[in-house]
């Protein structure tokens, strides 16, 4: 671990715009952050994906009228933050490459996933040059770079889901990011975007600027990770489905990625992977109210309770299907996942019995129509919509007596459609239908941590 190297991620709330930047430059500047990773302003990376959907149908004179938000909105930043001149024509090259790929798209009648990567990765870029210059106007003291990630981070061609090369990485973050260690100074730079081994632009996919601060403070051996936002910390649950939750001082890594994988929306599950390798403590503060206390993320809290948090995944699908040929028959469940494979559509939870399998998808629009085709080729198939899953999360869950018995004595005459159990010593989670969900995290937070 370099002592002494503080990576920071502000995400897009916290750079919304002049006031937020100004609030987030500050912080910044009191953490002494060396390298600080930022989102699009607030909202610009949803316009950029409308644009890349309504560009094949729509005319040049409507997507010129999209375009032009995007240009406003940035351009009223910089004169709040009066920006010099090199920082405004830098933009005015990022519009015009903005307006270049976009008019090609309408042209062409085809927004490739190619193309849509470059073009969402001029959200990230445009927040980072006007950052750079609201941090330099703070920390007059401090040499500031407004640094292009993408010589550093480093993916394969996957786009729109790009997938991180760390050995590489990390070689390139010795050759181009030495100054962070030895020289003082201090570099702003993009979150989300990466680049592949031709040199094409790549994305990390939605939530990937969290993810992306984690990759460089694990390439850099940083000494902490902080991650800005618009919630202090993470919480028992959900506020705005229980109003009785609590802050969380300190999570431990195991507990903190299955609330992220499980629902909750304040990291990127793939956030503290990175982090968990280095053995890099992670905060996760607000940066509109800064002076709470925040949460930090650490290996070996001394505190572990057996129920820590609860989460809830929305717009789940739960899948049955049902064959009396399956029982005592191998090779069932693998011509099963083929299927899905197949398909490309990813299985979240599954439960089995002598003669069906229960599984759950995270949206009903990927189940279509093919992939049930091929999956009624092996059975009887039944699909329930409107369903969540509720998690709880905690320590030693698999090894506790008696807590199946306090989870149903709790949920009382709330029907559960799914249990799964034992494959975590972390969670226990299941599915009820998505309107009972406030009641059920209600008496389960009551029962377990109120």
């Not at 709330?13 to 609030?23: G, I, K, L, N």
């Not at 991650?227 to 431990?252: E, F, L, Q, Y």
């Not at 599950?269 to 509109?288: C, H, N, R």
């Not at 995270?362 to 329930?384: A, C, P, Q, Y």
Request: a negative charge; proline letters at 3%.
């Amino acid at each position: 671990m370099n002592q002494g190297i503080v990576v920071s991620k502000f995400g897009g709330s916290s750079m919304a715009d002049a006031t937020a930047m100004r609030r987030s430059a500050a912080i910044a500047h009191k953490q002494n952050s060396s390298i600080i990773v930022v989102s699009a302003t607030y909202g610009t990376t949803n316009i950029l994906v409308e644009l890349s959907k309504m560009v094949t149908t729509a005319t040049w004179e409507n997507c010129k009228s999209t375009i032009q938000k995007i240009i406003d909105n940035h351009l009223s930043i910089a004169s709040e933050l009066e920006v010099p001149s090199q920082c405004t024509n830098d933009l005015d090259e990022m519009f015009k490459e903005l307006t270049t790929l976009v008019r090609g798209m309408n042209l062409l009648k085809e927004a490739t996933p190619k193309a849509c990567d470059s073009l969402f990765s001029l959200g990230e870029r445009m927040s980072s040059r006007l950052f750079s210059e609201c941090l330099n106007q703070l920390r007059d003291d401090t040499e500031i770079e407004c640094f292009d990630v993408r010589k550093v981070l480093r993916t394969n061609s996957q786009y729109g889901k790009a997938a991180p090369n760390f050995e590489e990485i990390k070689k390139l973050a010795d050759q181009h990011l030495l100054d962070v260690k030895y020289a003082g100074r201090v570099f702003v730079t993009q979150g989300f975007i990466g680049k592949d081994a031709n040199g094409a632009t790549t994305t990390l996919g939605r939530g990937g600027s969290d993810y992306s601060a984690a990759i460089l403070a694990y390439a850099l051996g940083a000494e902490k990770l902080e991650i800005w936002t618009d919630v202090a910390g993470i919480a028992t649950t959900d506020p705005r489905i229980c109003p009785d939750t609590k802050p969380i001082n300190v999570i431990s890594f195991q507990e903190a990625a299955e609330l992220a994988t499980f629902g909750a929306k304040v990291l990127h599950p793939t956030t503290l992977l990175p982090a968990m390798w280095g053995d890099i403590p992670v905060f996760v503060g607000s940066s509109f109210e800064p002076e709470k206390e925040g949460t930090w993320i650490r290996k070996n809290p001394e505190e572990r309770p057996l129920i820590r948090a609860m989460a809830v995944r929305k717009d789940q699908t739960l899948l049955t299907l049902k064959n009396p040929n399956m029982l005592h028959a191998h090779g069932f469940l693998f011509n099963v996942f083929k299927v899905f494979n197949n398909h490309e559509v990813s299985v979240d939870s599954i439960t089995t019995s002598e003669i069906s399998v229960s599984l759950t998808v995270d949206d009903s629009t990927l189940l279509n129509k093919n992939l049930i085709r091929d999956l009624e080729e092996l059975g009887e198939v039944h699909v329930e919509e409107d369903l969540s899953l509720v998690s709880l999360i905690g320590n030693n869950i698999n090894h506790t007596p008696g807590l199946a018995s306090d989870i149903f004595n709790a949920l009382g005459d709330i029907n559960v459609r799914m249990i799964c159990f034992g494959a975590s010593k972390h969670n226990f989670c299941f599915l009820v239908n998505e309107t009972m969900v406030p009641e059920a995290i209600g008496r389960l937070h009551k029962r377990f941590i109120g």
